[in-house]
């Protein structure tokens, strides 16, 4: 094996990881948090995810997860807070 090889190993080995970590994150403490509307407190450890479903998103603000709601700016109500656009 190359140095590079081994480089490419090691951080695909990290993802791997970090992908199973996060799914069993996911089962064992967000998605039991999931009813509609019960809100939990926004867990500041997690990163969050983006959602262009409005009831996925909603789900993941009712599970306390950071959530972004993507839409085209054609879509977003004048009437609508936007507190950041992006």
């Not at 970090?18 to 019960?38: C, E």
């Amino acid at each position: 094996l190359t140095f590079r090889d081994l480089l490419i190993f090691v951080t695909d080995a990290q993802r791997l990881f970090l992908d199973i970590y996060s799914y069993i994150d996911w089962v064992l403490v967000a998605q039991p948090r999931t009813t509609f509307g019960v809100r939990h407190e926004v867990n500041l450890g997690w990163m969050g995810g983006f959602a262009q479903s409005s009831d996925i998103c909603e789900k993941l603000f009712c599970a306390g997860v950071p959530a972004w709601y993507v839409r085209a700016s054609a879509y977003i109500p004048p009437q609508m807070m936007v507190v950041e656009p992006v």
